[in-house]
């Protein structure tokens, strides 16, 4: 049994007259879509749908308007890098590097001496933030776990699961400075939810499940946030991370083979340049630039 309803959605809720709210997502298509551009072995499959669901319950507790929240795993094992983004409109893209043969490696294998980051950033010339942590644990909520415990500014706990075509999750998260007279909610509420069960996060609806693990509780439900693969690599972006190349580099690889071929990490797109093209890309810098002093 698959839960279908609430497949690509992310809902939020709260408890009422107490400091605690949550978000609980289902992950499907979304998942089959960003991850189907690469043969993932099964431990990096899990690993990137995992992280995503995590990234779709964290994108929905901050304020982005514009900006993007990032995971990134580095390691120093078979696995060198993890990552997924999710914009504040929950459109997500992830994607995995690794070398050689993965098959019976656990996930701490995989990594090493590793690390994890989030990176949240708006994208709007505000701060960038990012908070780095040691990979501690052998699967994704670890983690976050670690990473909560350690750096974050609001309690928080997640719960997640996957299967090879699904990943569905549950947050939970203290408001600061909430003055009610419920006093023991968080620790009642997380301790229920510590109760569930891989399946029924996997395959309950959302409403069915908050029922479930906090029947005594008094929930409310909003209306649910689709959440979608999209990657928004472009020919600009292409163009601009070849710039950084310089006309050199450009004129040489150009020379050697012809034209110049960049496939997208994330949504594999080609993105070929000719030496038509590439020549292109210089083209508006302006030798002797007299547009400098302008005012
Ligand atoms: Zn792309």
Redesign the pocket.
């Known amino acids: 049994m698959t839960n279908m309803k609430d497949n690509d959605l992310l809902h939020r809720f709260l408890f009422e007259n107490t400091d605690v709210r949550g978000n609980a997502v289902h992950l499907s298509d979304t998942i089959q879509q960003a991850l189907q551009h690469t043969d993932y072995p099964p431990v990096l499959h899990k690993a990137l749908s995992e992280l995503m669901a995590a990234a779709a319950l964290l994108t929905a507790t901050v304020k982005l308007d514009q900006g993007t929240l990032s995971f990134q795993i580095q390691g120093q094992g078979p696995l060198n890098l993890l990552v997924v983004e999710c914009n504040a409109a929950l459109r997500m ?1 992830a994607t995995a590097k690794w070398q050689g043969d993965l098959h019976g490696l656990g996930f701490k294998d995989l990594i090493g001496n590793g690390h994890f980051a989030i990176t949240l950033d708006p994208r709007d010339g505000g701060q960038t933030y990012q908070g780095i942590v040691e990979v501690i644990g052998d699967n994704i909520a670890q983690i976050l776990e670690t990473y909560m415990q350690q750096s974050a500014q609001l309690e928080t706990r997640i719960w997640l699961s996957s299967n090879p075509h699904q990943a569905a999750g549950l947050l939970l998260q203290k408001l600061p400075q909430q003055q009610t007279e419920d006093q023991d909610s968080w620790q009642r509420t997380t301790m229920l939810a510590d109760t569930v069960q891989a399946d029924e996060l996997l395959q309950l609806d959302t409403n069915t499940l908050l029922r479930r693990l906090f029947h005594e509780e008094n929930v409310r439900l909003f209306d649910p946030s689709p959440v979608a693969f999209e ?3 472009s020919h600009q972006s292409v163009s601009n991370m070849l710039r950084l190349l310089g006309r050199e580099e450009i004129d040489s690889i150009i020379q050697e083979q012809g034209s110049i071929s960049v496939n ?6 080609a993105y070929v340049f000719d030496p038509i093209d590439a020549s292109q890309l210089f083209v508006n810098e302006m030798p002797n630039s007299s547009s400098k002093s302008l005012h």
Request: with cysteine.
């Open positions: 893209r990657c928004r690599c997208c990490d994330f949504c594999n797109a």
